[in-house]
T-cell receptor
Framework: LAKTTQPISMDSYEGQEVNITCSHN???????ITWYQQFPSQGPRFIIQ???TKVTNEVASLFIPADRKSSTLSLPRVSLSDTAVYYC?????????????FGTGTLLAVQP | GAVVSQHPSWVICKSGTSVKIECRSL??????MFWYRQFPKQSLMLMAT?????????EQGVEKDKFLINHASLTLSTLTVTSAHPEDSSFYIC????????????FGPGTRLTVL
């Protein structure tokens, strides 16, 4: 399973766009990139998943360059409620077990 | 859709007792469920993979005799912490992979275990 590296923490203010970058230099051809959000004392929540280029949903965008060795989660106009830990995970789609190995995550602190 | 529940949400027990935590997929069938443990200010650590109808697969360093996992149906997996000690106090989280789906896992709300 490809190892991921993210900043330990980031600070932002309400209304700003936040970009969290994740490095995954050893990503395999069949690997997808998935981001989860976790609030304190709650289970992680799926945010977005992608394989290449750009993926957008109602809460975030995911940018993946051509070499796929990194990815950037973009949160538009964050609010205080976006304060959470964001995890970047890399793994194959399908497969018998499809384990998710969590890295350290990025603690995003949004201030008023 | 794709809701996973855990019961109890929190439990306090005395050292030496056993505690069972349930993980249920409420609106889908899950052939595979996963159990994680999370200590304060740390990331989730995968403990084991639970497969319906077969033995669980434990990660390296996780004692299978201490953390008993049973996946008796397509909607229920249980984790029993046997002879719990204060160092087992943690946040236990399960996730479920929907049968027929790919990589997305749905996580439960977690169970806070405190061993006195």
């Amino acid at each position: 399973l490809a190892k991921t590296t993210q900043p330990i923490s980031m600070d932002s203010y309400e209304g700003q766009e936040v970009n969290i970058t994740c490095s995954h230099n050893n990503i395999a051809t069949n690997d997808y990139i998935t981001w989860y959000q976790q609030f304190p004392s709650q289970g992680p929540r799926f945010i977005i998943q992608g394989y290449k280029t750009k993926v957008t949903n109602e809460v975030a965008s995911l940018f993946i360059p051509a070499d796929r060795k990194s990815s950037t989660l973009s949160l538009p106009r964050v609010s205080l409620s976006d304060t959470a830990v964001y995890y970047c995970l890399v793994g194959q789609k399908g497969g018998a077990t499809n384990k998710l190995i969590f890295g350290t995550g990025t603690l995003l602190a949004v201030q008023p | 859709g794709a809701v996973v529940s855990q019961h109890p949400s929190w439990v306090i027990c005395k050292s030496g007792t056993s505690v069972k935590i349930e993980c249920r997929s409420l609106d889908f069938q899950a052939t595979t469920m996963f159990w994680y443990r999370q200590f304060p200010k740390q990331s989730l650590m995968l403990m084991a993979t639970s497969n319906e109808g077969s033995k669980a697969t434990y990660e390296q360093g996780v004692e299978k005799d201490k953390f008993l996992i049973n996946h008796a149906s397509l909607t229920l997996s249980t984790l029993t912490v046997t002879s719990a000690h204060p160092e087992d106090s943690s946040f236990y989280i399960c996730s479920a992979r929907r049968e027929g789906s790919y990589s997305e896992q749905f996580f439960g709300p977690g169970t806070r275990l405190t061993v006195l």
